[in-house]
Antibody, heavy 120, light 107 residues
Framework: QVQLVESGGGVVQPGRSLRLSCAASGFTFSHFGIHWVRQAPGKGLEWVAVISYDGKNKYYTDSVKGRFTISRDNSKNTLSLQMNNLRAEDTAVYFC?????????????WGQGTLVTVSS | DIQMTQSPSSLSASVGDRVTITCQASQDISNSLNWYHQKPGEAPKLLIYDASNLVTGVPSRFSGSGSGTDFTFTLSSLQPEDIATYYCQQYDSLPITFGQGTRLEIQ
């Protein structure tokens, strides 16, 4: 079955960096796009970024453009999110989620998430 | 960005009740609309895709309808295990956007 496991969350000071990872299994990773979606404590869901199946196309929500970078390694079935210049408003649980298709669709399977707390 | 307006924000109902949630898009999204639910401490789970298609394995008491800008999610007979927050989501254009969520509680 599809399994996505996020890691790398933690407490970080404003302005610092953090790198999240997502390990995928149970499907042909190189055939599907992958999303990052976040959820601030007690709040709703916010889409963050998506990367196409081949890594060639990447899209971001405006609030993270220029600060976050999504990437993937299809040889290792892993996805990453490099987060730089973190702000308090980036505090959230970050979910990776498999796309229904090549990255042009929507999340259909989700990991359990990893918590990022930005605080001094 | 496409804004998704979901209502109500919370809902209290009894076991066996019919429950309805609505979602309105700020522009025509055809049928590019999904419904998820999220139980406390868990990841969201896809229930309905393309406005009205039930994901394999999801109970038939869940259903969805609508197209264009107005969509409806219906739970025909509320069960205790259905307690969760429900979200609509559009994928017609990036950024993908979600409704604010509907917290469903047992009365």
């Amino acid at each position: 079955q599809v399994q996505l496991v996020e890691s790398g969350g933690g407490v970080v000071q404003p302005g610092r960096s953090l790198r999240l990872s997502c390990a995928a299994s149970g499907f042909t990773f190189s055939h599907f796009g992958i999303h990052w979606v976040r959820q601030a404590p007690g709040k709703g869901l916010e889409w963050v970024a998506v990367i196409s199946y081949d890594g060639k196309n990447k899209y971001y929500t405006d609030s993270v453009k220029g600060r976050f970078t999504i990437s993937r390694d299809n040889s290792k079935n892993t996805l990453s999110l490099q987060m730089n210049n973190l702000r308090a408003e980036d505090t959230a649980v970050y979910f990776c989620a498999k796309d229904m298709w090549d990255g042009t669709g929507y999340p259909d399977h989700w990991g359990q998430g990893t918590l990022v707390t930005v605080s001094s | 960005d496409i804004q998704m307006t979901q209502s109500p924000s919370s809902l209290s109902a009894s076991v066996g009740d019919r429950v309805t949630i609505t979602c309105q898009a700020s522009q025509d999204i055809s049928n590019s609309l999904n419904w998820y639910h999220q139980k406390p401490g868990e990841a969201p789970k896809l229930l309905i895709y393309d406005a009205s298609n039930l994901v394999t394995g999801v109970p038939s008491r869940f259903s969805g309808s609508g197209s264009g800008t107005d969509f409806t999610f219906t739970l025909s007979s509320l069960q205790p295990e259905d307690i969760a927050t429900y979200y609509c989501q559009q994928y017609d254009s990036l950024p993908i956007t979600f409704g604010q969520g509907t917290r469903l509680e047992i009365q």
